[in-house]
């Protein structure tokens, strides 16, 4: 069975400082990997996705996320947060892109003026 | 690409009603997704379609709850006798099935609180 676990629930950081999200996988097979944020009361949006190739990934807004396979680690990285950063952010596991998805827990980020 | 559009946004109902959610999903994505998400915790899900066949259900998905793709369009999730453990946020999500396929994409939910 495959699970996705983010060990941090909150995490507060400055604006301007640097972010890492953790978030960790357990799959039998070669993950599809995926971070999406969630706006208070919205839905979610995609920010980056792994399928395969280079294990750095870029997505939107400026985040990018790093796949380790020895670790079963897709961290999610940006150099200077702003304020409108601050939201829930998922990291999720499939068995291909359009398949059904298993999320973690989420992180809750907030951003200190 | 309207994305993914759910009706309606908010429900109250009182415990043992019948409620039911509608999703309009991007109109060339052939499979529809349906999770459920309470406070504080991710996504969970419920029960996927390709086209109008339901292909999976979650062990979450107990008998008072019922999904449909008719058409393979537009999809309606029911819950019968809502309890208040229903309370939580519907996720719809669509996506396009193929070799690679195309990442989920998700509407902004129904937010269903049973009192």
């Known amino acids: 069975a495959q699970s996705v676990t983010q060990p941090d629930i909150h995490i507060t950081v400055s604006e301007g400082a640097s972010l890492e999200l953790r978030c960790n996988y357990s799959?039998?097979?070669?993950?599809?990997l995926f971070w999406y944020v969630q706006s208070p009361g919205q839905g979610l949006q995609l920010l980056l996705k792994y399928f395969s190739g280079d294990t750095l990934v870029q997505g939107i807004k400026g985040f990018e996320a790093e796949f380790k396979r020895s670790q079963s680690s897709f961290n999610l990285r940006k150099p200077s947060v702003h304020w409108s950063d601050a939201a829930e952010y998922f990291c999720a596991v499939g068995a291909n892109a359009g398949n059904m998805l298993t999320f973690g827990g989420g992180t809750r980020l907030m951003v200190k003026p | 690409d309207t994305g993914v559009s759910q009706d309606p946004r908010h429900k109250i109902t009182k415990r043992g009603q019948n409620v039911t959610f509608r999703c309009d999903p991007i109109?060339?994505?052939?499979?529809l997704y349906w999770y459920r998400q309470t406070l504080g915790q991710g996504p969970e899900f419920l029960t996927y379609?390709?086209?109008?066949?339901?292909?999976?259900k979650s062990r979450l998905l107990s008998d008072r709850f019922s999904a449909e793709r008719p058409k393979g369009s537009f999809s309606t999730l029911e819950i019968q006798r809502t309890e208040q453990g229903d309370s939580a946020m519907y996720l719809c999500?669509?996506?396009?099935?193929?070799?690679?396929?195309?990442?989920?994409?998700f509407g902004n939910g129904t937010r269903l609180t049973v009192t």
């Open positions: 999500a669509s996506s396009l099935e193929s070799i690679r396929g195309s990442p989920l994409h």
């Open positions: 379609f390709q086209n109008e066949a339901q292909l999976e």
């Open positions: 109109s060339e994505h052939n499979r």
């Open positions: 799959y039998g097979a070669t993950p599809y």
